[in-house]
């Protein structure tokens, strides 16, 4: 999932098992600040960065947000 400038609400969502080239195999955010509860991110790849989640500029609220068993290059 990639979320450019904005601040979206995610409720009860499963990211699990992607992949991506570069960074945020789950998640990657780009100055935005969403709010994500229950939420879990799981065995997601990031080629160089952020298997899970990658942030730049970012700051997300959490809450009951899992992230687990992910990779990243670095």
Known sequence: MFI???NPKLEDL???N?????SGGGMRLN???PSLTHVTIS???GGIYGGGMYLVFS?????????SNNW???
């Open 59 to 67: 700051n997300p609220n959490l809450t009951h947000v899992t992230i």
């Open 14 to 16: 499963i990211i699990e």
């Open 18 to 22: 992607n992949t991506a080239d570069y």
């Open 43 to 45: 065995n997601n790849t």
């Open 72 to 74: 990243g290059g670095y």
């Open 4 to 6: 450019n400038n904005a």
């Open 31 to 33: 100055y935005s600040n």
